[in-house]
């Protein structure tokens, strides 16, 4: 029984048929040594899903399907595709994990905005029982403290949301989009109290403000003991930008794994 606290599973992205064909039918999947996620470095990743882009259309953006891994080596690329002569890659170190069978998730976990994901590191539990992607992620626990209380309360969010600003990349703890803008709220554990840090923070803070985001930063001791005032303060962010931007996303169960094959 694999421990649900552990990140025992790495959703991946998938994003052509050809990726999907070689998980179906010859059972593996290849990540770059160099670009490996922690749960599989170490090599306690158990299970691994699959993120579909927007190669497969009406099927885009969410998981659907899942497999246990039975094993994980490193190969070069050229051990896996000898045809690829002049692939600049050929030499490079791969993780290559093979799978068992690929399996239909009990019903699909969907990107209600698009996003772009390429490695998830999550647990079982999560995998089962998640009804969207931002279920997924595992943080530290003020984040999960101010998860609960924002599905409690309705406020749609998206988690570990990358953004380009400025020329800089950064990783929002939440993203909150409204109908006159958006909001970024942080979660500032211990860390974020030395100087260097909060250099940091505020170089951070002005760029996003400069590209028209709210920044909201929370105290970690004010996210676990003082949820009203939190809650309070971001509903007033949230209605001074004119309540929340509705994206909705349908969701259908997973169709047979060789429609993949036959769609053009």
């Not at 595709?81 to 239909?104: A, G, T, V, W």
């Not at 860390?191 to 951070?204: A, F, G, I, L, W």
Request: glycine fraction near 4%.
């Amino acid at each position: 029984m694999i421990d649900s606290i552990e990140k025992s599973v790495l959703v991946a992205i998938i994003n052509n048929r050809r990726d999907f064909e070689i998980a179906r039918d010859a059972h593996w999947y290849r990540i770059p040594v160099k670009s490996a996620p922690d749960n599989v470095r170490k090599f306690v990743v158990k299970f691994l899903a699959f993120y579909q882009t927007k190669a497969f259309k009406e099927h885009a953006y969410r998981v659907e399907w899942f497999a246990k891994i039975s094993r994980i080596t490193v190969v070069r690329r050229k051990e896996l595709f000898p045809d690829e002569r002049n692939e600049p890659k050929r030499n490079e170190d791969y993780f290559k994990i093979e799978l068992e069978p690929l399996q239909p998730l009990p019903k699909p976990i969907v990107s209600r905005r698009w996003r772009r994901i390429v490695f998830t590191e999550t647990t079982l539990d999560q995998l089962m029982h998640a009804e969207e992607i931002n279920d997924l992620f595992h943080e530290s626990p003020i984040e999960e403290r101010l998860w609960d209380l924002l599905r409690r309360e309705g406020i749609s969010a998206e988690r570990q949301y990358f953004v380009c600003e400025g020329g800089n990349r950064c990783c929002l703890d939440f993203a909150i989009f409204c109908k006159k803008g958006k909001i970024n709220v942080e979660c500032d554990g211990g860390m974020h109290y030395t100087k260097r840090k909060h250099m940091s923070d505020t170089r951070r803070n002005n760029v996003l403000e400069s590209a028209g985001w709210k920044v909201l930063r929370f105290p970690g001791s004010d996210i676990l003991t003082s949820a009203t005032s939190i809650l309070r303060m971001l509903k007033k962010n949230i209605k001074d930008l004119g309540g929340l931007e509705q994206k909705p996303a349908s969701v259908s169960r997973a169709p047979s794994p060789k429609w993949h094959s036959v769609q053009n």
